[in-house]
């Protein structure tokens, strides 16, 4: 399990939708991991790798895109 000690904001949708579309996770998968996510307050992309439901290729690759975007 991962706790953060402070809240950690929503998944964006942009964030949902690369999931999703480029990564290639499971509509299923992405609806536990922001479950877990929002139980844990915990980031998305760490959760749903803790989980397995994404190696450490693709957590890079999230995590990359999510710096392009800021």
């Given at each position: 399990?991962?706790?953060c000690s402070h809240p950690q904001p929503s998944a964006a949708?942009?964030?949902e939708q690369f999931l999703l579309r480029r990564v290639g996770l499971s509509l299923n998968a992405l609806q536990l991991g922001l479950r877990q996510?929002?139980?844990e307050?915990?980031?998305l992309p760490?959760?749903?790798w803790s989980f397995g439901l994404?190696?450490?290729e693709?957590?890079?690759t999230v995590l990359d895109w999510q710096d392009a975007q800021s």
């Open positions: 399990m991962v706790m949708e942009e964030l996510a929002e139980l307050q915990a980031p760490i959760v749903l994404l190696n450490l693709q957590l890079q």
